[in-house]
């Protein structure tokens, strides 16, 4: 596999399930990302991961918990959702070299979410 | 154009003309964007990224163009193809890790 993957590609959960995404990177990369994609809205960054710790977190609700295990590897934990959780989440990485580097992000296809 | 923020507006564009997206940003300290096409079902792909320390920068069939003075991006594809039917959306670079993307164009292309 090359690139950024993800699974699953869909998902369908209750508000009282917990489920997590996955996502994974072939490119030697070592920062990763969640972001959530709604309709007609812009990209919303939801964490940041470099060198396997956190480094941003944009006032996400806790029921939102990313995991990540190793750089190439990012995991979003996913409980008691409510139905405007319901998105595309996509997760990305790129290379992380420092604070004026110029680190272009590389996307997966995203987890569509639906929480009914 | 597209700002951020603003519904999702359409191009619809004649197969074989060029086509013209645009792209307001928010910071004028920004220093580098990013073009980016995603297909219905696809997350985003890569097209054409520029520094602020350019005005234009050309790649294969697009062209990307920078104005600092009135914080302005535009993407030029040539010759649009029905593969090029999709989302654009831009993204300015605010921080080490963080980007602000724009809501995206949407175009079509017209056989």
């Known amino acids: 596999e090359t690139g950024v993957t993800q699974t699953p590609r869909h998902l369908v959960m209750g508000m009282t399930n917990k489920k997590s995404l996955k996502c994974e990177q072939h490119?030697?990369?070592?920062?990763m990302y969640w972001y959530k994609q709604s309709a007609k809205k812009p990209l919303e960054l939801m964490f940041v991961?470099?060198?396997?710790?956190?480094?941003e977190n944009n006032s996400v609700p806790s029921r939102f918990s990313p995991e990540c295990p190793n750089s190439s590897h990012l995991f979003l934990h996913l409980h008691t959702l409510q139905p405007e959780d319901s998105a595309l989440y996509l997760c990305a990485s790129s290379q992380d070299w420092t604070e004026s580097s110029y680190n272009e992000q590389f996307f997966g296809p995203g987890t569509r979410l639906t929480v009914l | 154009g597209e700002s951020v923020g603003l519904h999702l507006p359409t191009l619809s564009v004649q197969e074989g003309d060029n086509s013209i997206i645009n792209c307001a940003y928010s910071n004028s300290a920004s220093d580098y964007f990013i073009w980016y096409k995603q297909e219905s079902g696809k997350g985003p792909q890569f097209i054409i990224d520029?520094?602020?320390?350019?005005d234009k920068r050309q790649g294969q069939r697009v062209t990307v163009l920078l104005n600092k003075t009135v914080k302005h991006l535009s993407l030029q594809i040539a010759a649009t193809q029905p593969g090029d039917s999709a989302v654009y959306f831009c993204?300015?670079?605010?921080?080490?890790?963080?980007?602000?993307f724009g809501t995206g164009t949407r175009l079509k292309v017209l056989a």
């Open positions: 991961y470099s060198l396997e710790e956190r480094v």
């Open positions: 490119l030697g990369h070592n920062a």
């Open positions: 520029i520094r602020s320390n350019m």
């Open positions: 993204a300015e670079k605010a921080g080490t890790y963080k980007y602000i």
